[in-house]
């Protein structure tokens, strides 16, 4: 089921992020916000990309998605992560990246963005100052993937619980952050279980600090079948980052 807007009483934009908009419905109650970033940090992202290297090292092909994936900033982020630091990046692609609001999969295939501050900072730290191999720029602020990093990422719209659906059973790495809040109690459960279904022991699903500091998701996935995985390879970053990558109990 994809976004219905005939709920959607408005719209708005908040201040502080190109695509950081916030949508209610007719009783002012917040449907979701699609607020994002390129390299969002509650990954660490040199560290995760390695790890699936190693995590994945006898997989031919890992089937890749980013479910609630906003304006694409987060899919493109992980394509150049990727990239970066893998020799072998091309069997993580293409990148399945859907959202139930067909407003932001619009933003995101158009692919414009205006960075802020953190942003620009984070680019250069993971592009290793090495902007223009990945992005057109237009002036100081906007930045437009290159055609080499969207030919990697496939948008859809779609809903969480139906593109599961989608997903084969196999060497799954299921990118699922940020927005488990915004579910129903009763369509989170289902998601944990289509999830099962889906991941063997090798799938990796990743979860966002809003996921645990709105909801204690990672609390439901301890009772519900999945075990944390460490990913980082020092003890850095904030605890949060810790508790962001899971995989089923073998
Ligand atoms: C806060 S953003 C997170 C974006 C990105 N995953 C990240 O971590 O930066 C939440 C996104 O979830 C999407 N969303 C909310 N409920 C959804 C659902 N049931 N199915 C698909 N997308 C959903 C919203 O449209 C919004 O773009």
């Given at each position: 089921?994809?976004?219905?807007?005939?709920?959607?009483?408005?719209?708005?934009?908040?201040?502080?992020?190109?695509?950081?908009?916030?949508?209610?419905?007719?009783?002012?109650?917040?449907?979701?916000?699609?607020?994002?970033?390129?390299?969002?940090?509650?990954?660490?992202?040199?560290?995760?990309?390695?790890?699936?290297?190693?995590?994945?090292?006898?997989?031919?092909?890992?089937?890749?998605?980013?479910?609630?994936?906003?304006?694409?900033?987060?899919?493109?982020?992980?394509?150049?992560?990727?990239?970066?630091?893998?020799?072998?990046?091309?069997?993580?692609?293409?990148?399945?990246?859907?959202?139930?609001?067909?407003?932001?999969?619009?933003?995101?295939?158009?692919?414009?963005?205006?960075?802020?501050?953190?942003?620009?900072?984070?680019?250069?730290?993971?592009?290793?100052?090495?902007?223009?191999?990945?992005?057109?720029?237009?002036?100081?602020?906007?930045?437009?993937?290159?055609?080499?990093?969207?030919?990697?990422?496939?948008?859809?719209?779609?809903?969480?619980?139906?593109?599961?659906?989608?997903?084969?059973?196999?060497d799954n790495l299921i990118m699922c952050r940020n927005f488990w809040p915004?579910?129903?109690?009763?369509?989170?459960?289902?998601?944990?279980?289509?999830?099962?279904?889906?991941?063997?022991?090798?799938?990796?699903?990743?979860?966002?600090?809003?996921?645990?500091?709105?909801?204690?998701?990672?609390?439901?996935?301890?009772?519900?079948?999945?075990?944390?995985?460490?990913?980082?390879?020092?003890?850095?970053?904030?605890?949060?980052?810790?508790?962001?990558?899971?995989?089923?109990?073998?």
């Amino acid at each position: 089921m994809n976004l219905n807007l005939s709920t959607i009483k408005y719209a708005q934009k908040l201040p502080f992020c190109a695509n950081d908009r916030e949508v209610l419905d007719s009783d002012n109650k917040v449907v979701h916000r699609n607020s994002t970033k390129f390299f969002r940090d509650d990954i660490i992202w040199d560290d995760f990309t390695l790890f699936l290297d190693e995590n994945f090292k006898d997989s031919k092909k890992v089937n890749s998605y980013c479910i609630a994936c906003s304006d694409g900033s987060e899919p493109y982020s992980l394509a150049i992560a990727l990239k970066t630091n893998l020799k072998n990046a091309d069997k993580f692609f293409p990148i399945n990246a859907s959202d139930y609001d067909e407003y932001i999969v619009n933003e995101a295939k158009n692919g414009v963005y205006t960075t802020t501050y953190d942003e620009k900072n984070a680019i250069r730290r993971f592009t290793r100052d090495n902007k223009h191999k990945y992005f057109d720029c237009d002036g100081p602020d906007i930045i437009k993937p290159k055609d080499s990093i969207k030919k990697e990422v496939n948008f859809t719209i779609n809903d969480a619980l139906s593109e599961i659906d989608n997903i084969p059973y196999g060497d799954n790495l299921i990118m699922c952050r940020n927005f488990w809040p915004y579910l129903s109690s009763d369509d989170k459960n289902k998601l944990i279980e289509k999830l099962k279904e889906k991941m063997n022991h090798n799938s990796l699903l990743v979860i966002g600090s809003f996921d645990q500091g709105g909801i204690m998701l990672d609390r439901l996935l301890d009772v519900s079948g999945f075990e944390n995985v460490e990913y980082t390879r020092n003890d850095r970053g904030s605890e949060m980052v810790h508790y962001n990558v899971w995989k089923k109990h073998s």
